[in-house]
T-cell receptor
């Protein structure tokens, strides 16, 4: 069974803190994605990676960075968290020759 | 750039009523189309998808969607909803020229009253 896991379901951080969100997939997928989900805006792509150490900016990369040192793990980093980064963060993965993305359970981040 | 719009943000209906959720996209080239569903407290999961062929596609749990190329639409339907269909539904589009990128609509929250 396909599995994408995220390190935390809920996270509360203070403004200015450095925040790491971790995502792990066990399907040997080449592609991994980070989205944020906000009411009325759907899911917006922050960054994606199509291979180890490779990354591409999505639609809203400002204030974020990513790291992919191993194929199964894709990290999202908020260098200096701000209140407008309070959101639900979703990780997904996809096999190269397929179109379906598989999603993790999400991390609800609150920045105070 | 591709964009996706969903007509309704919230829909409330009773069990056994019919459901239709609108989705329109703005991209003139070849597209792959998806509907995802997020049940309360659960992962986002694929409901159905269209790549090519028959424009009427059937998905899980009795859902279907029709691709109308001339209208740039991919509306989701279910003839008779159940309380368990309460969820948020997202339309998504992947323009093949855009490679990996999937663009989502804003989502529609559906509440089915028992």
């Amino acid at each position: 069974d396909v599995k994408v896991t995220q390190s935390s379901r809920y996270l509360v951080k203070r403004t200015g803190e450095k925040v790491f969100l971790e995502c792990v997939q066990d399907m040997d997928h080449e592609n991994m994605f980070w989205y944020r989900q906000d009411p009325g805006l759907g899911l917006r792509l922050i960054y994606f990676s199509y291979d180890v150490k490779m990354k591409e900016k999505g639609d809203i990369p400002e204030g974020y960075s990513v790291s992919r040192e191993k194929k199964e793990r894709f990290s999202l980093i908020l260098e200096s968290a701000s209140t407008n980064q309070t959101s639900m963060y979703l990780c997904a993965s996809r096999e190269d020759r397929a179109h379906e993305q598989y999603f993790g359970p999400g991390t609800r981040l609150t920045v105070t | 750039a591709q964009s996706v719009s969903q007509h309704n943000h919230h829909v409330i209906l009773s069990e056994a009523a019919s459901l239709e959720l609108g989705c329109n996209y703005s991209y003139g080239g070849t597209v792959n189309l998806f509907w995802y569903v997020q049940y309360p407290g659960q992962h986002l999961q694929l409901l159905l998808k269209y790549f090519s062929g028959d424009p009427l596609v059937k998905g899980i749990k009795g859902f279907e969607a029709e691709f109308i190329k001339s209208k740039f639409s991919f509306n989701l339907r279910k003839p008779s909803v159940q309380w368990s269909d309460t969820a948020e539904y997202f339309c998504a589009v992947n323009a093949r020229a855009a490679g990996n990128k999937l663009t989502f609509g804003g989502g529609t929250r559906v509440l089915v009253k028992p």
